[in-house]
């Protein structure tokens, strides 16, 4: 029988050291989940610019951030990642300039326009929200995506949350799979032409669960 199991924090060690492979592997899959936008922010061909620096902001980070870091394997192979935030996580997250790429004046301003519509979250007191949830190509359809919203689910449970939500691009078909995890749509987001000029998308929906 085929397993599923987790590995959570994800390789944080005594001296504070994250293990590269986790890195580059998290990197990855975080420009998988937002390649349409890292695209619209600067070009295809920064793709794997993209990849460095996602990889990059995953180092030398506090012990906390580990602790809201998910890896499923499948078989023992990595095959899906996931992050939660809760109030007052801003500063573990915060961008830091090392990190960045070196993109041109225009690349630069479209990744910072881009990361400002991602990070710029208010959470809720006793709310976890869903950051960032991607599976590897290879092991889509074999139910590794609602693990990793169990995984947050559970750890939203054991620090009090009594809900838990994320933002999806109302075009992206994995709306589904959060309708049947029992996420209901609480409002929908556009603003015109910003969140495109933004983002790439044109509208994104606010989904929520209460946790009981």
Not at 39 to 57: C, E, K, L
Not at 108 to 120: F, H, K, P, R
Not at 192 to 196: A, D, E, I, Q
């Given at each position: 029988m085929t397993s599923v199991t987790t590995q959570?924090?994800?390789?944080?060690?005594?001296?504070?050291?994250?293990?590269?492979?986790?890195c580059k592997f998290s990197g990855r899959l975080l420009v998988e989940a937002f390649e349409g936008k890292f695209?619209?922010?600067?070009?295809?061909?920064?793709?794997?610019?993209?990849?460095?620096?996602?990889?990059?902001?995953?180092?030398r980070r506090p012990p906390e951030f580990y602790k809201r870091e998910f890896i499923v394997e499948y078989n023992g192979e990595k095959?899906?990642?996931?992050?939660?935030?809760?109030?007052?996580?801003n500063d573990i997250y915060r961008e830091r300039d090392e990190d960045m790429p070196s993109l041109g004046c225009k690349g630069?301003?479209?990744?910072?326009?881009?990361?400002?519509?991602?990070?710029?979250e208010t959470i809720p007191p006793e709310t976890c929200h869903v950051d960032h949830i991607s599976v590897e190509a290879r092991f889509r359809g074999r139910g590794i995506g609602k693990s990793l919203l169990d995984i947050a689910e559970i750890d939203a449970k054991r620090r009090g949350c009594k809900a838990i939500y994320l933002w999806v691009a109302t075009s992206n078909r994995e709306q589904h799979l959060y309708e049947m995890q029992e996420y209901v749509i609480m409002e929908k987001y556009s603003l015109?032409?910003?969140?495109?000029c933004q983002t790439g998308e044109k509208e994104f929906a606010r989904m929520e669960k209460t946790l009981v």
């Open positions: 959570q924090p994800i390789a944080f060690d005594e001296k504070d050291a994250y293990k590269d492979d986790d695209v619209h922010a600067t070009s295809r061909g920064r793709i794997p610019d993209m990849r460095v620096y996602q990889a990059n902001t995953q180092r095959a899906g990642v996931c992050g939660v935030r809760f109030l007052g996580d630069s301003c479209g990744l910072y326009c881009v990361l400002y519509a991602i990070e710029n015109c032409g910003l969140v495109w």
